[in-house]
């Protein structure tokens, strides 16, 4: 079954942030950043892996609202549909 969007923008923070698996397995799509421990330089490193895994272009206006992961689910869908 192919992974969801937010299984897959948990797996690109997990790899991002080097999580252990305990520490992934933790992360939900509600899970903030500030529950994570990710700060504004994480922030931007994880931007730029999303940006690849999902081959899209987050404005930066967007990255600097993102607050979690639902924000980013949201995001990144709707920059999908957008796409086509």
């Known amino acids: 079954m192919p992974e ?6 948990i797996r690109v ?3 991002t942030q080097h999580y252990g698996a305990e520490k992934a397995a933790s992360m939900t ?3 903030t950043f500030e529950e ?7 922030g931007i490193q994880i931007v730029f892996a999303l940006e690849n895994e999902f081959d899209v272009s987050i404005p930066d206006d967007a990255a600097k ?5 639902a924000d980013i689910v949201e995001g990144i869908e709707k ?4 796409k086509g």
Do not use: C, F, N, Q
């Open 65 to 69: 609202s993102i607050r979690g992961i």
């Open 29 to 31: 799509p509600t899970s």
């Open 4 to 9: 969801t969007t937010a299984e897959r923008v």
């Open 79 to 82: 920059l999908l549909a957008e």
């Open 36 to 42: 994570l421990g990710i700060d504004s330089l994480d």
């Open 13 to 15: 923070i997990a790899a």
